[in-house]
T-cell receptor
C-alpha cells in the first residue's frame, strides 16, 4: 500500500535556525515521484519540488534543500537560516501507481 | 501565480443550499483534480478528471458532483449543504496523462465555502 508519513505535526523554531521536515513514504513501485508543497497562512498551495525515484541527487534551491534517500524511503526538506515568511504548513506527497498520496502536513512556525 | 483560476474565492451560504465552484486549469493541462481541506485538516481528494472523463474518485459525497467541460474547465457542485461542508475547496491541474503520469499538480487559490 502507498503511504506518506509526516510524523512531525508541528515544529516551532526561532528565526535563523535551521529546520528539517521529515517525510517517509511507502510504495512497492520502482517508479514513483515525490513532491513538496507549501501552504502559507494565506491558504494557497505552492509547488516546491518534484523528485523521481531514479534521481537520488540532493537538490538545493537557495535556503531550501531536499535529501532523498531510497534506502530509508525518506525525502526530507531542510530550511537553512529560517525566516518568519517560511511559516506555513508543508505537505509531502507521493505519486505512485497512478495515485497521488498526501502526507498529513507539518505546521512550521518561525518565531521572530 | 499558478495559472489555475478558481471562482468564487469566498462563498457564504445556508444549510440545504446548492453551490457551484468553478475551475479553469492552466493552459494545456488536461487533468483537473478537486480537493477538500477542512479547518486544520489535510487534503482530501475528491475527484480527478482527464480531458472530460472521470478518472478517479476519492471520498466524494453523493451530494457532490463534478464535471469537466470540452473547454477543460471544471465545476464542482455541492448540494444539500451541511455545516460540515464548510471548507476550502481546491482545484488543481496537471500535465499528467490519463494514467496519472509524472506531473506535479498546480493549485488554484481555493474557494472558501462557509455554510451557516
Amino acid at each position: 500500500a502507498q503511504k506518506v508519513t509526516q510524523a512531525q505535526t508541528e515544529i516551532s523554531v526561532v528565526e535563523k535556525e535551521d529546520v528539517t521536515l521529515d517525510c517517509v513514504y511507502e510504495t512497492r513501485d520502482t517508479t514513483y515521484y515525490l513532491f513538496w508543497y507549501k501552504q502559507p497562512p494565506s491558504g494557497e498551495l505552492v509547488f516546491l519540488i518534484r523528485r523521481n525515484s531514479f534521481d537520488e541527487q540532493n537538490e538545493i534551491s537557495g535556503r531550501y534543500s531536499w535529501n532523498f534517500q531510497k534506502s530509508t524511503s525518506s525525502f526530507n526538506f531542510t530550511i537553512t537560516a529560517s525566516q518568519v515568511v517560511d511559516s506555513a504548513v508543508y505537505f509531502c506527497a507521493l505519486r505512485s501507481n497512478y495515485q497521488l498520496i498526501w502526507g498529513a502536513g507539518t505546521k512550521l512556525i518561525i518565531k521572530p | 501565480d499558478s495559472g489555475v483560476t478558481q471562482t468564487p474565492k469566498h462563498l457564504i451560504t445556508a444549510t440545504g443550499q446548492r453551490v457551484t465552484l468553478r475551475c479553469s486549469p492552466r493552459s494545456g493541462d488536461l487533468s483537473v483534480y478537486w480537493y477538500q481541506q477542512s479547518l486544520d485538516q489535510g487534503l482530501q481528494f475528491l475527484i480527478h478528471y482527464y480531458n472530460g472523463e472521470e478518472r478517479a474518485k476519492g471520498n466524494i459525497l453523493e451530494r457532490f458532483s463534478a464535471q469537466q467541460f470540452p473547454d477543460l474547465h471544471s465545476e464542482l457542485n455541492l448540494s444539500s449543504l451541511e455545516l460540515g461542508d464548510s471548507a476550502l475547496y481546491f482545484c488543481a491541474s496537471s500535465v499528467a496523462t490519463s494514467s496519472g503520469g509524472t506531473g506535479e499538480l498546480f493549485f488554484g487559490e481555493g474557494s472558501r465555502l462557509t455554510v451557516l
